[in-house]
T-cell receptor, first 112, second 113 residues
Framework: GNSVTQMEGPVTLSEEAFLTINCTYTATGYPSLFWYVQYPGEGLQLLLKATKADDKGSNKGFEATYRKETTSFHLEKGSVQVSDSAVYFC???????????FGQGTRLTINP | EPEVTQTPSHQVTQMGQEVILRCVPISNHLYFYWYRQILGQKVEFLVSFYNNEISEKSEIFDDQFSVERPDGSNFTLKIRSTKLEDSAMYFCASIRWLNQPQHFGDGTRLSIL
């Protein structure tokens, strides 16, 4: 089946620290991969995406590279800010399928 | 930028009552979805809808659930007889074409008492 596993949270960092949130997946087809972010009291917003192996998605200083050999799509940011505090969801979409499959979410808190 | 809008933001309902959650997808979008997130758990797919028909549904989406696009703008999720375990955040999403990233609303928090 199709599934996504994210690193356990919560994650607490100081401002300007380096961030990695691990995400690995299992897929029966050729998935597109996404990171969504949920700020407090808000809905899910697309952060970045990658549609094929070796693609790198990037947005707002965040990056993730689609690694087919390790079935991973780890989220990274070089220097986090307090405003990055949110819950981050890794997700996959099989080509031609209708539904997103989400990881369990990782709560990130950045302290000043 | 166009948004998916959901109403209400919070719905409190007695167990056994019917509830309707409303969504207005982005206006030129063609595919519509409902997901739910029970507190502390994963976001789970419920149903997808295209061309006035359900195109896929999960095992969660049983006979108590239904979806409808009653006019050209609204997309609703109805739960006929709510149970305590239906308490969750419900998200609506839409896309114009398949394989595009889905655009989500802010969600409706449903609390069943």
């Amino acid at each position: 089946g199709n599934s996504v596993t994210q690193m356990e949270g919560p994650v607490t960092l100081s401002e300007e620290a380096f961030l990695t949130i691990n995400c690995t997946y299992t897929a029966t087809g050729y998935p597109s991969l996404f990171w969504y972010v949920q700020y407090p009291g808000e809905g899910l917003q697309l952060l970045l995406k990658a549609t094929k192996a070796d693609d790198k998605g990037s947005n707002k200083g965040f990056e993730a590279t689609y690694r087919k050999e390790t079935t991973s799509f780890h989220l990274e940011k070089g220097s986090v800010q307090v405003s990055d505090s949110a819950v981050y969801f890794c997700a996959l979409l099989i080509q031609g399928a209708q539904k997103l499959v989400f990881g369990q979410g990782t709560r990130l808190t950045i302290n000043p | 930028e166009p948004e998916v809008t959901q109403t209400p933001s919070h719905q409190v309902t007695q167990m056994g009552q019917e509830v309707i959650l409303r969504c207005v997808p982005i206006s030129n979008h063609l595919y519509f979805y409902w997901y739910r997130q029970i507190l502390g758990q994963k976001v789970e797919f419920l149903v997808s809808f295209y061309n006035n028909e359900i195109s896929e549904k999960s095992e969660i989406f049983d006979d108590q659930f239904s979806v409808e696009r009653p006019d050209g703008s609204n997309f609703t999720l109805k739960i006929r007889s709510t149970k305590l375990e239906d308490s969750a955040m419900y998200f609506c999403a839409s896309i114009r074409w398949l394989n595009q990233p889905q655009h989500f609303g802010d969600g409706t928090r449903l609390s069943i008492l």
